[in-house]
């Protein structure tokens, strides 16, 4: 048994593969572009599992993705392959569109005949998994219901309009050539690995080389919060027993503002990395010019999957944050390898 995994080098798709070998006795392709946000150190440990094995590669290469296909057959594709930075998909969004709604789409085309070919019972067992945001349904206003798999679409920003539009390719390519899809839609994810250019991460790292940690706006936008190995094992729950064409909203009953966030990290690393004479990290938080389009809040409605796949966060953000900043202080190597490069280069431009 084997499955494929696209963007297994990134931030959500390298916990993933990590979690599912030290679980399961079953393949893994990873598959990856390796852009700026995929990284093989993320997949180190990994890397001698004789269950693991890694293609370098884009979705959008429809030869390269029906040969991989073909040769190792696999009972399902999961797909986190994506442009995923909102504010990279403002200064640029045309990678956006190239990967997350063409890629996908050649990604689905290519599923579509290697499942076509299938035998009846392999294709009983066969699905194609997307992995999608939260950011699809748009923005919330303070008082309003959590989002539900119901809602309707409404992004506001390249990132999640390209994400929408990949979310109902797939719906598509279910109902249209009946392709055993599965879709789901995650708040924020914060963890071991994450591209320090969004927040946590961010300002976790600059926290610690003294710098000042950039708020945009007043800093009240609101956001849920999921420790990305929870994220993960929901994805595994509707992988196993969630019901074709269907979507499933994931998140982590943590709404927290961006400001309550960036204090909460300051807290910690008082305590785990204390300056001198009492000073705090709090004195670095910098209020800058917002984010064009910004939305105000998302929050998300889990209890579909909870309810019928019996997935619940083990987390609490106040245990996963914990050990989120202690993982960037226990991983200088990783922190030091990720910031050079192009990381600078983002800085520069987002930034200045
Ligand atoms: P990431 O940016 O850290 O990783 C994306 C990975 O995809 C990288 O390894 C990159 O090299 C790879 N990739 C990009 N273009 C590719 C292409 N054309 N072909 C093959 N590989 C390609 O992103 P992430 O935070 O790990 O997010 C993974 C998925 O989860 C995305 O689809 C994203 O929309 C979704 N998601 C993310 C979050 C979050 O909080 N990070 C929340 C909900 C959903
Ligand atoms: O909701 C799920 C989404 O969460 C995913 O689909 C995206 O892939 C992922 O990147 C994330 O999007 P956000 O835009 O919410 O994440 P980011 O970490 O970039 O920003 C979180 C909040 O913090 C947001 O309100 C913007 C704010 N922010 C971000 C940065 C990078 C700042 O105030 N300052 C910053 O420098």
Not at 33 to 52: C, D, I, M, Q
Not at 97 to 102: A, D, F, P
Not at 173 to 187: A, F, I, M, R
Not at 192 to 209: D, M, R, T
């Amino acid at each position: 048994m084997t499955i494929i995994v696209t963007g297994a080098a990134g931030f959500i798709g390298s916990n993933f593969v990590i979690n599912w070998l030290a679980k399961k006795n079953e393949k893994i392709i990873a598959f990856d572009k390796l852009t700026y946000a995929g990284n093989l150190e993320n997949l180190k440990s990994v890397e001698k599992n004789p269950n693991y094995i890694f293609c370098k590669g884009d979705i959008g290469d429809s030869v390269l993705v029906k040969s991989i296909l073909h040769e190792y057959k696999p009972r399902a594709v999961v797909n986190f392959a994506a442009e995923s930075h909102v504010d990279r998909s403002i200064l640029g969004p045309s990678e956006f569109i190239e990967t997350n709604v063409i890629g996908t789409f050649h990604l689905l085309e290519e599923a579509r005949f290697y499942y076509d070919e299938l035998k009846s019972s392999n294709k009983d067992n066969f699905r194609f998994l997307h992995v999608s945001t939260d950011e699809v349904y748009g923005s919330l206003n303070l008082k309003d219901a959590a989002f539900k798999e119901s809602n309707k679409y409404e992004p506001n920003s390249p990132y999640s309009a390209s994400k929408a539009a990949s979310d109902h390719l797939v719906r598509a390519w279910h109902q249209t050539y009946g392709l055993p899809v599965l879709t789901t839609n995650c708040s924020n994810n914060y963890g071991p690995y994450h591209v320090p250019e969004k927040l946590i991460p961010l300002c976790i790292l600059k926290a610690l080389q003294g710098q000042d940690l950039p708020i945009f706006g007043d800093g009240q936008q609101i956001r849920d919060w999921l420790y990305v190995v929870d994220h993960c094992k929901g994805i595994t729950a509707v992988l196993e027993k969630g019901i074709i064409g269907e979507t499933y909203n994931i998140g982590g009953w943590n709404e927290k503002t961006n400001l309550e966030v960036v204090n909460t990290l300051c807290g910690l690393l008082d305590e785990l990395r204390p300056l001198h004479k009492g000073k705090s990290y709090k004195e670095q938080i910098t209020f800058i010019k917002d984010r064009p389009g910004h939305d105000h809040r998302y929050a998300i409605d889990a209890s579909k999957i909870s309810n019928n796949l019996g997935w619940k966060p083990q987390e609490t953000f106040e245990t996963g944050i914990r050990k989120t900043v202690k993982w960037y202080l226990d991983n200088q190597g990783w922190v030091s390898h990720v910031q050079s490069g192009e990381y600078q280069n983002w800085m520069k431009k987002n930034y200045k």
